[in-house]
């Protein structure tokens, strides 16, 4: 009798993450277009929304007019029903912002990290810390918190512990989700590599919405990457696939960060495009305090410099030529640009970058894919890390509140 008993049990989880996410995305509906969208019976879509609402994870939303006939209730995802929390672990500070389960923002946080590389040791209590004042900003309870999810740099080992495995920065099997537990945080804690909350965010709400084959490219500091096959996230066996800034674009070239050689994040990363300007600039500092207005001092530059548009040029054609394997490699429709310095670059150079990417990628290959700016903004990482705990959600339909998935710690 058990294994029937799951199965029905199962169903009814499918259900409801079935309507729980077609609310979440295309909402309001009301149960008839919720029926038709999900090609699930009247009796099941009634059945299945009533319990939601008795819940409290689904309210109504107003009423729309039918074809001849009463009225129509709208229903949609109760924004109040919990709030989630993403953290964005970079390499020079912390952001963090509370949402509500509409993913409306209520409140952000931002904290610096002392240079040249964060110490994870500082991360717990930075999280910690950064929690208690977005929930005094929001007037809410850690209660009221369904989840709290990190996006950090590098490889993110599930398991217990979770561990983040960051070559470039000096993280060597950090066991991040106990560094935040042991500050008395007490919320679901989700770990994610950066990159890929990043491409969640833009899957979900940005330039790769609609996608079924697509790539998310980060480029900060660091360069990485979100592949997206068949609407899933391609992981690789322990979930460090991905890792587009270490793929070797210069064979014996410049050093990087991870201990290689000739990795394109030593090109097109903000700290090698900088870094190749200064020796550009022959060894003199490039002005300005931080790396974020050095780029923007180089890109200012170009028209009245040389040197300046020399770099940037060649910076294209090393984008180009890192973008042109993307599109070799993984046949995507659409490739999105996003990070910090991949949207100053792009917000310029964005026909150059296309011209380089066709001048190295098959032509056919080339022809099948778009490629176009995030939408998202600088922020995604850390939208995308509040996504985490509501993909919990989602996926689990049934139960709200009940662990989802080993991620979960
Ligand atoms: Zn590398």
Redesign the pocket.
């Known amino acids: 009798m058990e294994p029937r008993r799951a199965t029905v049990r199962d169903l009814r989880r499918h259900n409801r993450s079935t309507l729980l996410s077609t609310l979440f995305f295309e909402g309001p509906l009301s149960r008839h277009e919720l029926g038709r969208r999900t090609g699930l019976s009247a009796a099941t879509v009634s059945n299945v929304v009533g319990e939601m609402v008795d819940d409290g994870l689904v309210v109504e939303a107003g009423l729309v007019e039918s074809d001849g006939g009463r009225p129509r209730v709208l229903l949609r995802v109760n924004p109040d029903y919990g709030s989630v929390i993403g953290v964005d672990v970079g390499e020079t500070g912390v952001t963090m912002e509370l949402f509500d389960l509409g993913m409306n923002r209520l409140a952000a946080v931002d904290r610096p990290l002392p240079p040249p590389q964060p110490d994870p040791s500082l991360v717990g209590p930075l999280i910690a810390a950064g929690l208690e004042e977005l929930l005094g900003k929001a007037g809410l309870a850690e209660a009221d918190v369904l989840g709290v999810g990190i996006g950090v740099p590098g490889t993110v080992e599930q398991g217990d512990p979770v561990r983040v495995h960051a070559q470039?920065i000096g993280w060597d099997g950090i066991p991040l989700a106990d560094l935040v537990r042991e500050c008395g945080v007490r919320a679901p804690l989700y770990v994610e590599n950066g990159a890929k909350t990043q491409g969640q965010a833009e899957m979900w709400f940005g330039a790769g919405r609609g996608a079924r084959h697509a790539v998310i490219a980060l480029i900060g500091s660091g360069v990485g990457a979100t592949v997206i096959a068949d609407g899933s996230t391609y992981r690789g066996s322990t979930s460090s696939a991905g890792e587009w800034?270490?793929t070797t674009l210069v064979y014996g070239g410049r050093q990087?960060?991870?201990?290689?050689a000739g990795?394109l994040?030593?090109y097109v990363g903000a700290e090698g495009v900088l870094d190749r300007f200064r020796r550009a600039r022959g060894g003199r500092a490039v002005p300005r305090p931080d790396e974020q207005s050095q780029l923007d001092f180089l890109l200012a530059s170009a028209d009245r410099s040389a040197t300046a548009a020399r770099v940037l040029e060649e910076t294209v054609g090393y984008l180009g030529a890192g973008i042109a394997n993307l599109v070799n490699l993984f046949n995507p429709e659409r490739i999105v640009l996003g990070g910090w310095a991949g949207l100053a670059l792009g917000t310029r150079l964005l026909p150059e970058i296309r011209t380089a990417t066709a001048s190295h990628a098959l032509r056919h290959a080339y022809e099948q894919t778009s490629i176009e700016l995030c939408q998202l903004g600088p922020d995604a990482v850390a939208v995308g890390a509040a996504t985490l705990p509501v993909d919990a959600l989602l996926t689990l339909g049934a139960d709200a509140r009940r662990p989802a998935r080993p991620a979960m710690t």
């Open positions: 470039a800034g270490h990087c960060r991870c201990g290689s990795c994040e030593a």
